[in-house]
């Protein structure tokens, strides 16, 4: 059974840093993409990075130059690091592991993330 695991999360002042870890673990398949979402109150869930297989990033518009994903994938497990964090990065944010050539995402259970202005 996979099971897809995020710590780190926690209280911050504006412009402070912090990292998030994700670990998969009860991995059967070979990985593609490792990322990360948000979703804030009221609002829609939020693409904010992801790692491919190859070392391909992507980063949302909101967090470039300020966050700064990576993947370790002899450990199945993906990095989010934080920085000059803004009230507006205040969210619930969940990792995802995503099958190779496949649609099929494995989330976690979500790591609340506050910046107090």
């Known amino acids: 059974q996979v099971q897809v695991v995020e710590s780190g999360g926690g209280l911050v002042q504006a412009g402070g840093s912090l990292s998030l870890s994700c670990a998969a673990s009860g991995i059967t398949f070979s990985i593609g993409t490792m990322g990360w979402y948000r979703q804030a109150p009221g609002k829609q869930r939020e693409l904010v990075a992801t790692?491919?297989?190859?070392?391909?990033?992507f980063y949302a518009d909101s967090v470039k130059g300020r966050f700064a994903c990576s993947r370790d994938n002899a450990k199945n497990t993906v990095l989010l690091q934080m920085s000059s964090l803004k009230p507006e990065d205040t969210a619930v944010y969940y990792c995802?592991?995503?099958?190779?050539?496949?649609?099929?995402?494995?989330w976690g259970q979500g790591t609340q993330v506050t910046v107090s202005s």
């Open positions: 995802y592991v995503q099958k190779f050539s496949a649609p099929d995402k494995y």
């Open positions: 790692k491919g297989r190859d070392g391909g990033t």
